[in-house]
């Protein structure tokens, strides 16, 4: 890293994953010997180019299955699925999106000590961590649930934040969240664009986040790298993060770029994040290596990047621990945000975790997930058409658009702002003594507006 120049900044980055990216490349292979699977790509993250034709018949999928599948995906390649494709629950974990957009809470205590920091480049330090940690659960290769248009997940119950998600547009598919303590305000509008590639995607991040940190007023914005998602109908799926990571401070003007290293051969560089904290001048003073599946590490640099004598790596956050042999490979968190112990009193019925497919799927009975999943889906449309024959439009009930366009590299973005209604609402819920708790079997999943 040191003979690198860091004022380089997104060139010294972009270098480094030029060279990287024609690395990763050779250990893509072909399918050539699988009879009507010329030209599809199968990727081994812990092999090299020799075994791509066994790869391709391990994975979650039946062959029948898989067969059937890739003949119908075929006509989207190069296209963006975002919207169009009904994909089978056997690839879907019992979770919404709106669900996994809640996930980045496990580590928010990263958000309270950069709150209490003195030093801002250190403050930097804690909060790109913090956006870091949520690539350790976001590797799942299961599905989430796109979420039913009007659809919210609510979390309490941890150190002390409350958090709220709503579905706020389904074409295209949009999710609004506030999360909010004593410490920060995070508000995010997510939004994705995508490309098919055959036996993989890319995903591209059009959305805005934001954190404000509440003693000094500071906001940071983040600029996320795209994801990758290899394997997807052969082999075993994977997903992988390759690209630039940038995060700024719109107050002082001081940044965060990190590189996040693609896979190479035998799963060489796997993981990997390196970069600088800058000053408003774009003059490193802060050194940040690590895994995003596991740690980050920070040192204070001089102005070549060069640690400084006298200083010694320290650890700004660890991958917490995980149940093993997990079906789905959650995290204790992850399991929390699908429980009830994470709601608050009387939650709202339009609530993630009162899916009926969601909650067969968590029971382990797909076929009742499936036809659950299309029986929503079926009232979604029922819902649009009795919409739009009265000549209404759909307004989220949480979340109001705003004016404001914010411009990403992937296109732009209609931002949607909290407008402070749930946290009424949540007042005089609270007031009252007496509310049975809510399960699955008691109250009905009702996102729906007509």
């Known amino acids: 890293m040191a003979a690198n120049d860091p004022k380089q900044g997104g060139g010294f980055l972009a270098s480094i994953a030029s060279s990287f990216s024609n690395f990763g490349s050779a250990m893509t292979k072909s399918v050539n010997g699988l009879l009507g699977y010329e030209g599809l790509q199968v990727v081994n993250p812990e092999g090299g180019t020799h075994d791509a034709e066994e790869e391709a018949t391990k994975g979650r999928w039946k062959q029948e299955d898989r067969d059937s599948y890739w003949k119908m995906m075929q006509k989207y390649i190069g296209s963006d699925i975002t919207s169009m494709v009904t994909?089978?629950?056997?690839?879907?974990?019992?979770?919404?999106?709106?669900?996994?957009?809640?996930?980045?809470?496990?580590?928010?205590?990263?958000?309270?000590?950069?709150?209490?920091?003195?030093?801002?480049?250190?403050?930097?330090?804690?909060?790109?961590s913090w956006f870091i940690s949520i690539y350790y659960p976001?590797?799942?290769?299961?599905?989430?649930f796109n979420p039913i248009l009007g659809e919210t997940y609510e979390m309490t119950n941890h150190d002390g934040v409350t958090f709220l998600a709503e579905q706020v547009s389904h074409h295209p598919p949009m999710s609004a969240a506030h999360a909010e303590n004593e410490h920060f305000i995070y508000d995010v509008t997510s939004k994705v664009k995508t490309k098919f590639l055959g036996n993989s995607l890319d995903i591209y991040p059009l959305g805005r986040s934001r954190v404000t940190l509440k003693r000094d007023g500071v906001v940071f914005e983040l600029v996320p790298p795209p994801t990758k998602v290899n394997n997807l109908i052969f082999g075993r799926t994977w997903?992988?993060?390759?690209?630039?990571?940038v995060l700024t401070n719109l107050t002082t003007g001081e940044?965060?770029?990190?590189?996040?290293q693609p896979c190479g051969w035998f799963g060489a560089g796997r993981y990997e994040v390196d970069g600088y904290v800058y000053d408003a001048a774009e003059e490193p003073k802060i050194l940040m290596t690590g895994k995003w599946n596991e740690y980050m590490s920070y040192q204070p640099c001089d102005k070549e990047g060069e640690p400084l004598p006298g200083t010694e790596l320290k650890e700004a956050w660890r991958v917490a621990e995980a149940p093993k042999n997990d079906k789905f490979q959650y995290t204790y968190f992850g399991h929390e945000i699908n429980s009830f112990n994470t709601a608050p009193k009387k939650v709202l019925a339009s609530d993630s975790r009162l899916r009926s497919d969601r909650y067969a799927l968590e029971q382990g009975d797909l076929p009742k997930a499936g036809a659950e999943k299309s029986r929503l889906e079926e009232r979604q449309r029922e819902e649009k058409k009795n919409r739009e024959m009265k000549g209404h439009k759909f307004t989220p009930r949480w979340f109001d658009l705003t004016d404001e366009i914010s411009p990403t590299p992937w296109g732009d973005l209609e931002v949607y702002h909290y407008n402070g209604k749930y946290t009424e609402h949540r007042a005089v819920v609270d007031s009252l003594d007496t509310i049975e708790e809510p399960d699955t079997g008691s109250t009905k999943?009702?996102?729906?507006?007509?």
């Open 87 to 128: 994909l089978p629950v056997l690839i879907f974990e019992p979770m919404t999106m709106l669900q996994r957009m809640a996930e980045i809470m496990e580590y928010s205590h990263l958000l309270d000590r950069a709150d209490e920091c003195e030093d801002p480049y250190v403050r930097l330090v804690y909060v790109v």
């Open 255 to 260: 940044k965060v770029v990190l590189y996040f």
């Open 138 to 144: 976001f590797q799942r290769p299961w599905k989430p």
């Open 445 to 450: 999943f009702n996102p729906w507006q007509y």
């Open 239 to 245: 997903i992988d993060n390759p690209g630039e990571m």
